[in-house]
């Protein structure tokens, strides 16, 4: 079972302080690459995995989308998700994406933002959502970088000159990684890039796109806190399809 670190209601307060928390899609920086993954929603059923506040189903609605179920492990989410949102197309399920179950060929996307590296071992998910996805549906999810997951507790050197650069620490070497983000012994784990591609392939999706996302020009000019996300990838899109025949 996956940690439930969301529940523990000092990292939970601490996290409702993020720009992506107040703000929604439009306080993650990383959301209009998010967004052009995306295949058109109009009519379409859409499961998003580990959907926190609900910040993208009630989006996926109001892209075209004739359901949305919402999945994550914290109650407290979920009761944060439920308060804002009036809409009876969407439904909110607490369930642990490690041991997911869904109906085959339900889905037409699979989203995912921000959880898939809180997971021990993809390669049960993305069999499950193989299965799921209508044929032609889409897989598009955010996760953190491998550069950045095997560093934890924000890994950065300084030189004598002051200058500071990413410690790259065991990249090779896979597992759980903790780290003190928010709360003391926050777990995630590691995986190499090619790990996570090969076990999309395994599963029988195409990849589609893959970005190693960094903030534009314009985006670290607007907020010059993210200019240290173009020193190295934090985070990783991906969009995969299940094939038509």
């Not at 949102?85 to 109906?103: F, N, P």
């Not at 990249?171 to 709360?183: I, K, N, P, V």
């Not at 777990?187 to 190499?192: L, V």
């Not at 200019?227 to 990783?236: D, F, G, S, V, Y």
Request: charged content about 20%.
């Amino acid at each position: 079972m996956s940690q439930n670190i969301y529940d523990n209601q000092g990292f939970f307060d601490a996290y409702a302080q993020l720009l992506r928390s107040v703000h929604g899609l439009d306080g993650a920086p990383e959301w209009s690459a998010l967004k052009a993954m995306l295949p058109p929603l109009e009519g379409r059923r859409v499961v998003d995995l580990g959907c926190g506040y609900g910040w993208f189903c009630r989006a996926a609605r109001e892209l075209g989308a004739d359901s949305v179920l919402g999945i994550d492990l914290s109650s407290k989410m979920l009761a944060q998700a439920r308060a804002t949102t009036q809409d009876e197309a969407i439904e909110y399920q607490q369930g642990d994406l490690d041991g997911l179950m869904l109906a085959p060929k339900s889905v037409d996307l699979a989203y995912s933002s921000l959880a898939l590296h809180y997971l021990a071992d993809l390669r049960p998910l993305f069999a499950t959502l193989y299965r799921a996805l209508k044929p032609g549906g889409r897989l598009v999810f955010s996760t953190e970088h491998p550069v950045f997951t095997c560093s934890p507790n924000q890994g950065w050197l300084v030189d004598e000159a002051g200058k500071r650069s990413w410690a790259v620490n065991s990249y090779q070497a896979e597992g759980e990684r903790r780290s003190d983000w928010m709360a003391k012994g926050v777990i995630k784990y590691h995986r190499t890039l090619g790990t996570m591609v090969n076990a999309l392939l395994q599963a029988g999706f195409e990849l589609r796109q893959l970005n190693e996302w960094g903030p534009s020009v314009q985006q670290v000019a607007a907020n010059p806190a993210l200019a240290e996300e173009a020193e190295r990838p934090m985070l990783l899109l991906i969009a995969a399809q299940k094939p038509v025949g």
